[in-house]
């Protein structure tokens, strides 16, 4: 198990070094939230706010999520755990953020919890990695001889149904959606304002929770997300309602990796799959 007291000592060391030092103007981290199993995303702004940061098993939070609410150049240095730092790759690729201007704190972990079930989040809900692909500090010894899974794994049941079971399935799920939006505001690639679904000029769905509008609402959001989610489960954690977000993800996550070779945010090298093009490429997508 991942020493989580040694990882929050090693993230107020550095927060506080950059912050005195100036290199970084915010920290983005984690504080205590109403009790351990809720821990916040926080800002730390100056050395006096470093006292406030915490680490525990439940700091499941994706801080790229706030990296574009800040103005470019803005110098700011970010926890990343393995799919937050995907993320963070992601978002320098949409060309959201600069590399110049980030310090990414890397956080090697294993064995999170989900504060709704306190089980362990394992990759139903996520990659399966266990560190960060992209980071300056270490915050920690690198994760080595885990079990490594298959983040697909979770879809062979869902895969063996037919497309009358899938849309079933689907439709069922989505008309519990109650159009509270913790989805879209738990991802860290759904930056867009206004989102296509608040816009009235032209008004592409209904906002009321009904079913053709939740609908409307999710699929486009889920293919807005080709190629491009990173596999963090933050939205199906904030989801209150409980829908499986993360098994439509994952599935078109495969159908991208399986036709263009590479998964979102693992290498800084990368372009987008959706908007790169190579002769290789195959036509699947388009049969």
């Known amino acids: 198990m991942a020493d989580f007291k040694k990882i929050e000592e090693n993230l107020k060391k550095e927060a506080k070094r950059l912050l005195e030092a100036g ?27 470093i006292k406030n940061i915490v680490f525990n ?10 990296l574009v609410r800040y103005p470019q150049g803005t110098k700011i240095a970010v926890a990343v755990k393995a799919a937050d730092s995907r993320a963070v790759i992601q978002l320098i690729q ?9 310090v990414l ?8 919890k989900n504060s709704k079930t306190g089980e362990v989040i394992d990759s139903k809900t996520t990659s399966g990695l266990c560190n960060p692909v992209l980071y300056d500090i270490l915050l920690g ?8 899974v298959s983040p697909y794994e979770v879809l062979a049941e869902y895969e063996a149904m037919d497309k009358d079971a899938r ?15 913790a989805c879209r505001k738990a991802c ?20 009321a929770p009904q079913s053709p509008g939740n609908m409307m609402y999710h699929l486009t959001r889920f293919h807005h997300l080709a190629g491009r989610c990173i596999d ?8 209150p309602v409980d829908i499986p977000l993360y098994l439509f993800h994952k599935k078109v996550a495969k159908e991208c990796e399986e036709m263009f070779g590479q998964a979102a945010g693992m290498k800084l090298e990368d372009k987008p799959v959706l908007v790169d093009f190579r002769v290789e490429d195959s036509d699947k997508i388009l049969e």
């Open 232 to 239: 963090c489960g933050e939205c199906s954690r904030a989801c």
């Open 105 to 112: 704190l890397g956080i090697p972990v294993y064995g999170m």
């Open 23 to 49: 290199e970084v103007t915010v920290v983005l981290a984690y504080s205590k939230g109403f009790d351990e199993k809720h821990p916040m995303p926080y800002a730390a702004k100056s050395v006096a706010d």
């Open 167 to 181: 849309w079933e399935f689907w439709k069922n799920q989505l008309d519990k959606c109650i159009r509270c939006y």
């Open 57 to 66: 098993e439940y700091c499941n939070h994706n801080m790229a999520r706030y």
């Open 188 to 207: 860290p690639m759904c930056y867009c304002d206004p989102c296509f679904i608040d816009q009235s000029k032209p008004r592409w769905a209904d906002k």
């Open 94 to 102: 949409e060309e959201k953020v600069k590399r110049e201007n980030l």
């Open 141 to 148: 010894a690198e994760v080595h001889g885990q079990k490594i």
